[in-house]
Every structure is written in C-alpha cells, then in structure tokens.
C-alpha cells in the first residue's frame, strides 16, 4: 500500500522558517516525482512545488519561488520542504502527493499544517 | 499564468446527474484530472487523462475534455458523492501544475 506521511507542521512566525518531511513507503520511491501542495483554511488546492526522481529538476510556484527549497534524499524514501522567510498567507495544510505516469497526483499524504502568526 | 475556473457549486438530486465543468484557454490540447475532497479528508483522484478512472473509484464517474472545457459527470448521484471537486492540468510555460477553484457538489 502506498504511503506518503508528512510532518514537521506546527506554528512560525512571519519571516520564520519551517521544514517538513514527507516519509515514503509501499512503492519505489526513487521511481517517481513528488509534488507538494497547499491548501490555506477553506480555500483551495494550490500547487508549490515539485521535483524529479533524482533530484536534478525543481520547480517552484511563483509566490514561494526563492523562499522554499524542495528536496528529495532516496536512500531515506523522504521528500522535503524547506520553507525560509514565512509569511502570515503560506498558512495552510501542505500535502505530499506523488506524481502517476501522467501529469496527475495518484496518491496524496494526509497532510501537515503550518501556521504562520505572530 | 494559466488558470481554470469552475462553478463555485453544483446542486443534484439524489438518483439524478451532477456536471461539474472545467475551463481555461485550449484546456482540450492537454490532459485534464479531477480530485474529490470530502471534508476533513485528503484529496482522492476520480478522472486522469480526460477520462480514465482509477481502480477502485465507481463507474458512474466519467470525464470529458474538448475544446476549452473539461467536464466530470457523475451519473446516479449517491449522498456520498457529496464533496469539494477540483480539476487540474499541467502549466506548460511554468511547469507547474494548476487546479481549479473548486466546485462543492450538494445532493439535494
């Protein structure tokens, strides 16, 4: 069964910095790319990251572009987030979803929230 | 950037059929999915590819793609078909992914 558990959530202050993990089981994890996407309280889905099965290529949406830094360790089957300069509107719940053979998410984690308030 | 948009809610009787739309600019010449979220619970994929299902999600969900608009339909809408739905496509000038606003399907 594929697993995809996230962690690292909790409160930051603005200009703060959070990491989150994202541990991986039940299938070939250095097989496939992995995103992250968020979604604020009671708002939508919103992509923010993704990266390639070797590491190679990232990309980045534009709001968080130069303040987060994905990265992948496949001996360890985890994905992760490194969130620098936080603001009050990266609030939200940040889901760990991996990529199908198609430009679609086939499986997504149960996600971590991170509050950013001061 | 690219951008979808959706209805901000669907209403359909229990029994009846529910079409949730999708549309942005040429959305027909690249693949369109669809995620069900139910309160409190993660997204799920219903349709990738246009229209193809994932093992273990019921017949009665289908899914088209031309032209500007993508639709999801579900036919014989239960109770339990009640939830958030997002569509999603992949952003070829930014190589980021794009969903929708999402629609909030009510069975009535």
């Known amino acids: 069964e594929v697993q995809l558990v996230e962690s690292g959530g909790g409160l930051a202050q603005p200009g703060g910095s959070r990491r989150l993990s994202c541990a991986a089981s039940?299938?070939?994890?250095?097989?496939?790319?992995v995103h992250w996407v968020r979604q604020a309280p009671g708002e939508g889905l919103v992509w923010v990251s993704r990266?390639?099965?070797?590491?190679?290529?990232?990309n980045y949406a534009d709001s968080v572009k130069g303040r987060f830094t994905i990265s992948r360790d496949n001996a360890k089957k985890t994905l992760y987030l490194q969130m620098n300069s936080l603001r009050v509107e990266d609030t939200g719940v940040y889901y760990c979803?991996?990529?199908?053979?198609?430009?679609?998410?086939?499986?997504w984690g149960q996600g971590t929230l991170v509050t950013v308030s001061s | 950037s690219y951008e979808l948009t959706q209805p901000p809610s669907v209403s359909v009787s229990p029994g009846q059929t529910a079409s949730v739309t999708c549309s942005g600019d040429?959305?027909?010449?690249?693949?369109a999915c669809w995620y069900q979220q139910k309160p409190g619970q993660s997204p799920v994929l219903v349709i990738y590819?246009?229209?193809k299902r994932p093992s273990g999600i019921p017949e009665r969900f289908s899914g088209s793609n031309s032209g500007d608009t993508a639709t999801l339909t579900i036919s014989g809408t239960q109770a339990m078909d009640e939830a958030d739905y997002y569509c999603?496509?992949?952003?070829?000038?930014?190589?980021?992914?794009?969903f929708g606003p999402g629609t909030k399907v009510t069975v009535l």
């Open positions: 979803v991996r990529r199908g053979d198609g430009d679609y998410f086939d499986s």
């Open positions: 039940g299938f070939i994890f250095s097989g496939y790319w």
């Open positions: 990266i390639n099965i070797d590491g190679s290529i990232t």
């Open positions: 040429k959305l027909g010449d690249k693949y």
């Open positions: 590819q246009d229209t």
């Open positions: 999603q496509a992949w952003d070829t000038s930014t190589g980021g992914n794009v």
